[in-house]
């Protein structure tokens, strides 16, 4: 994690969001706390020259609407035509007939090399099990998701991470484990989104996306761990983690 955060630093490469309208800011805090160069451009007109000057693309489903999704399929094939990472935050997956709709559309259009989610978000695009979401709130365990993850990596060929108690980072055959973090960060919206963020900053840099969504996986533990030791309140949270996300970012000692 810590070589991969220095290239993060030392490159700061340019990270293409097409995301949501609740986390935009955090997203950005937090890309710009490791390092990364935040970019949020959502038109049609210009996503395709956005992502060509891009070393990653993040798209997040969480706030649909018809021009959006249009975008969000323009910018996945520039960027799979460019060989831009493409990582990819199936919110709320399963909750309604339009969002599955738009995720089946767009994971066509062209294969993430990343998705990131929770484990009824991961069953969900996966079309195993048939649970619901509750709004972007998981109702299935990380653990419980597993066998849909690898489905869906041998499928599309994509390193899945679910996000939960543990986290597990699915690819092909291989799964990999993280254990940190806190529940505390279950009471601050867009953590998972902010996850989904930092997987497409730890991707512009390592091409083994399979280590680089457990470097960004763990990062995001170690920094709400330390955020933890800070406060224990969800707003004083929300702060200190991206405080955190800086700390540990220019912390000299290995870690």
């Not at 699915?170 to 009471?187: D, H, I, Q």
């Not at 930092?198 to 920094?223: N, P, T």
Request: hydrophobic residues 45%.
């Amino acid at each position: 994690m810590k070589e991969l955060l220095l290239k993060i630093s030392e490159k700061s490469p340019l990270v293409h969001n097409i995301t949501n309208f609740v986390v935009m800011n955090n997203t950005a805090n937090a890309l710009l706390a490791i390092g990364a160069s935040p970019v949020m451009a959502h038109a049609t007109e210009e996503v395709e020259e956005m992502v060509a000057i891009s070393s990653a693309l993040v798209i997040n489903v969480g706030t649909l609407s018809p021009r959006w999704v249009d975008a969000m399929e323009v910018a996945m094939v520039r960027a799979k035509k460019l060989g831009v990472p493409i990582v990819y935050d199936p919110v709320g997956a399963g909750a309604t007939s339009y969002r599955n709709q738009v995720n089946a559309r767009l994971l066509q259009a062209a294969a993430p090399d990343v998705i990131r989610g929770n484990g009824s978000e991961i069953m969900a695009l996966a079309q195993s099990g048939g649970i619901k979401t509750k709004g972007v709130d998981s109702t299935a365990s990380s653990d419980s998701a597993i066998n849909a993850a690898r489905i869906l990596s041998e499928q599309l060929g994509s390193v899945v991470v679910i996000s939960g108690q543990t986290d597990y980072i699915v690819s092909g055959g291989c799964t990999l484990e993280n254990k940190f973090g806190t529940p505390l960060m279950t009471a601050v919206t867009g953590m998972g989104c902010t996850a989904t963020a930092i997987c497409g900053a730890f991707a512009a840099v390592e091409r083994d996306f399979a280590r680089a969504a457990q470097a960004a996986m763990e990062l995001m533990g170690r920094a709400g761990e330390a955020a933890l030791a800070k406060t224990n309140s969800p707003a004083s949270f929300q702060i200190a983690f991206i405080d955190s996300l800086y700390e540990l970012r220019t912390e000299k000692d290995d870690f």
